[in-house]
């Protein structure tokens, strides 16, 4: 079953595909139109205009926190409950250097703040980050799939493994637009469509 959608989609394969059309063209807009610019760069309200951006032609929440609580895997993301406290934690992290910005990366992965398409915007959001206060991005095309899932899985408990290999992916070609296209076509490539068990409160 799909998720209720502006396209009337009801397939969710089908709204896998359509979803990720969309949002890769929002995506390069974002860049090619310097929209970040006016975006509070390491915020939650920086993240939440990305994916407002991202996903606001299909879905009615695209920007907005979620009301349900959503599972992984075995992996619970942060409790409905407590978001709000966890997003303003989130913001006051400090972010100038790099194992800070990590940190504050997975902090957000654990808040899980959207329905759906996190990892999409909050990716974006990290290389924001990274741009600003250290003049480097990932080269997402370096990053092994495997790894990074498992990595990720387990930052919450220790975060070493996601920051070495994030770290060996660093680039300074902040400004070429290339890497960027590559960090939205991984998106799709790491994003596991449909995997989400929701409790409706």
């Known amino acids: 079953m799909a998720l209720e959608n502006k396209l009337g989609i009801n397939d969710s394969a089908e709204l896998a595909r359509e979803e990720e059309r969309i949002s890769k063209i929002k995506a390069v807009a974002?860049?090619?139109?310097?929209?970040?610019?006016?975006?509070?760069?390491?915020?939650?309200?920086?993240?939440?205009?990305?994916?407002?951006?991202?996903?606001?032609?299909?879905y009615d929440f695209a920007g907005k926190v979620r009301t349900e609580n959503i599972a992984k895997g075995n992996f619970r993301?942060?409790?409905?409950?407590?978001?709000?406290?966890?997003?303003?934690?989130?913001?006051?992290?400090?972010?100038?250097?790099?194992?800070?910005?990590?940190?504050?990366y997975?902090?957000?992965?654990?808040?899980?703040?959207?329905?759906?398409?996190?990892?999409?915007?909050?990716?974006?959001?990290?290389?924001?980050?990274?741009?600003?206060?250290?003049?480097l991005v990932v080269d997402w095309n370096k990053v092994d799939k495997e790894?990074?899932?498992?990595?990720?899985?387990r930052s919450p408990i220790k975060d070493v493994e996601?920051?070495?290999l994030l770290k060996s992916a660093l680039t300074d070609q902040i400004d070429n637009r290339e890497v960027y296209m590559k960090g939205i076509d991984i998106s799709y490539y790491y994003e596991g469509y449909n995997t989400f068990k929701t409790e409706e409160l």
């Open 30 to 58: 974002l860049y090619d139109n310097n929209i970040v610019e006016d975006f509070d760069v390491g915020k939650f309200s920086g993240l939440a205009k990305i994916h407002k951006f991202l996903f606001d032609e299909i």
């Open 77 to 104: 993301f942060a409790s409905v409950m407590y978001l709000d406290v966890a997003l303003k934690h989130i913001d006051n992290m400090p972010q100038s250097t790099f194992d800070e910005i990590i940190e504050k």
């Open 106 to 135: 997975v902090e957000m992965n654990v808040a899980h703040p959207f329905r759906e398409g996190n990892g999409r915007s909050t990716r974006i959001w990290l290389d924001l980050i990274l741009k600003k206060e250290l003049k």
């Open 147 to 153: 790894d990074y899932l498992l990595a990720m899985e």
């Open 162 to 164: 996601i920051k070495v």
